[in-house]
C-alpha cells in the first residue's frame, strides 16, 4: 500500500528549540509539500518541492525552512520554535505533471510548542 | 486566487439523507479535485474532474463542474455515519501546487 509517512504523530517542544519534521513517500513522486492546519484557517502552503534539492515558497514560509536531500524524504524544519507554530503539520506528496494528478498526504504530525 | 471556497462550512444530516457541498472558485483550472479529512487525521483524495467533463461518479459520490460559473458540487448519496469529516476542494491550475480552503464539516447523525 503506498503512502506518506511522518515521523511523530504527536510532538511537544519548547520554545527556542529547533525541530525537524520528517515525511518519507515511497511513491517515487517528484512534488512534496508541507502544509500547516489551524482552526478556522484551513490548509496553508508552508514549503513546496518539485526535485531533490529544489524547494519553493509557499504562502507562510516565514520561520521554516526545507530539505530535499532525497527523492523520498522532505524535512521540515523549524529554526527556533514558537508557541505560534503549535499546529497540525501534514505532509504530502504527487506525481509531476502539471496538475494533473492528486495528492497523498501523511496522518499529521500535531505539534506543540511550549 | 486559485483558493477554493466551500459552502456550507458546516452541514448536519441524518443517516440516509444525501449530503451536497458546493464550492466556488475564481481562476481558470485544469481539473478540480475533492478530499476528505477524518478528524485529527491526513486528508484522502476522493475524486478528480478534469475542466472538459461536467460529471463524474465514483460509488455513493457524485461531482459535477461547472466552468462557466467556476463551481462544483461533491453529492454523497444514502450517507453513513463513517462519512462524517471535513471535505475539501482543491482547483488545480497548470501546476502542481494545491490550495485549499477552510472545508465543510459534515456531520452525520446515526
Same mark, same amino acid.
Given at each position: 500500500d503506498v503512502k506518506v509517512t511522518q515521523s511523530s504523530r504527536y510532538l511537544v517542544k519548547r520554545t527556542g528549540e529547533k525541530v525537524f519534521l520528517e515525511c518519507v513517500q515511497d511513491?517515487?513522486?517528484?512534488n512534496m509539500f508541507w502544509y500547516r492546519q489551524d482552526p478556522g484557517l484551513g490548509l496553508r502552503l508552508i514549503y513546496f518541492s518539485y526535485d531533490v534539492k529544489m524547494k519553493e515558497k509557499g504562502d507562510i514560509p516565514e520561520g521554516y525552512s526545507v530539505s530535499r536531500e532525497k527523492k523520498e524524504r522532505f524535512s521540515l524544519i523549524l529554526e527556533s520554535a514558537s508557541t505560534n507554530q503549535t499546529s497540525m503539520y501534514l505532509c504530502a506528496s504527487s506525481r509531476r505533471g502539471q496538475g494533473q494528478w492528486g495528492y497523498t498526504f501523511g496522518s499529521g504530525t500535531r505539534l506543540t510548542v511550549v | 486566487s486559485q483558493q477554493g471556497e466551500e459552502d456550507p462550512q458546516a452541514l448536519s444530516i441524518q443517516e440516509g439523507e444525501n449530503a451536497t457541498m458546493n464550492c466556488s472558485y475564481k481562476t481558470s483550472i485544469n481539473n478540480l479535485q475533492w478530499y476528505r479529512q477524518n478528524s485529527g487525521r491526513g486528508l484522502v483524495h476522493l475524486i478528480l474532474i478534469r475542466s472538459n467533463e461536467r460529471e463524474k461518479h465514483s460509488g455513493r459520490l457524485r461531482v459535477t463542474l461547472d466552468t462557466s460559473k467556476k463551481s462544483s458540487s461533491l453529492l454523497i448519496t #444514502?450517507?453513513? #455515519? #463513517?462519512?462524517t469529516a471535513s471535505y475539501f476542494c482543491a482547483p488545480m491550475r497548470h501546476t502542481d501546487k494545491l490550495i485549499f480552503g477552510t472545508g465543510t464539516r459534515l456531520q452525520v447523525f446515526p
Open positions: 511513491m517515487d513522486h517528484e | #444514502a450517507s453513513r #455515519a #463513517a462519512d
